[in-house]
């Protein structure tokens, strides 16, 4: 496994850990956040700013699609940061608020937090085992 895998393994592994507790932590302030910031234009742009930076990174600096099931997942990882950062750049806000509220995610909230958590969790075991 290369040092590139490792390092990304733990950088991502570890962020969607943080991110999946704290969301579960503060459910109703995430979910008002959440609904908060797809309803809002400047919010969607400067988000779909972040997730682009960060996904074109992993993507262009791990393009893996062999080498064991951690490095495939890193580079899925980037390449879905990617198209939703992308998403949130070209999608008109309106139609990211519906998409967002077509997902369930209050419904199912505890649902997608635990597989964000389970999906960390993977990740960052296999890169610190790695």
Known sequence: MSATTIFLGKLLGL????ISVAMLVAKRRTLDTLDEMANSGPWML????VA????LAV???HNVWSG???????TLVGWVALLKGLSLLFVPPQI??????SMGLERYFHLWMGVVLVLG???????FAG
């Not at 969790?121 to 890169?127: G, R, S």
């Open 46 to 49: 400067f988000s779909g700013m």
């Open 68 to 74: 064991g099931a951690l490095a495939v997942a890193v």
């Open 96 to 101: 990211m608020a519906n998409a967002y509220r």
């Open 121 to 127: 969790l993977w990740i960052a075991l296999k890169a």
């Open 52 to 55: 682009t930076a960060a996904g």
């Open 59 to 61: 993507v262009i600096g």
């Open 15 to 18: 962020y969607l850990i943080a």
